[in-house]
């Protein structure tokens, strides 16, 4: 379970750093459509992840 929070921390801060990116790109009158589907790609990506992390969480406590 450990190895997999660890795994998690790291994606996340990976997603985060792209939609900072994104997101500087937009404020800055840069952005595009495509910047937008990144940013909601990256979102959902966080959202997946927590969501595997909570049944794994869930799982561990059933034994």
Same mark, same amino acid.
């Given at each position: ?8 921390? /790291?994606?996340?801060? &990976?997603?985060?750093?792209? *939609?900072?990116?994104? %997101?500087?790109?937009? !404020? ?8 937008? /589907?990144?940013?909601? &790609?990256?979102?959902?990506? *966080?959202?997946?992840? %927590?969501?595997?992390? !909570? ?9």
């Amino acid at each position: 379970m450990k190895k997999e929070l660890k795994n998690l921390s /790291y994606q996340v801060r &990976k997603i985060g750093v792209n *939609i900072d990116q994104v %997101v500087a790109k937009i !404020n800055a009158g840069y952005g595009n459509q495509t910047d937008i /589907y990144n940013l909601e &790609k990256a979102l959902s990506q *966080i959202e997946s992840e %927590v969501e595997n992390l !909570n049944k794994k969480v869930k799982d561990y406590g059933n034994h």
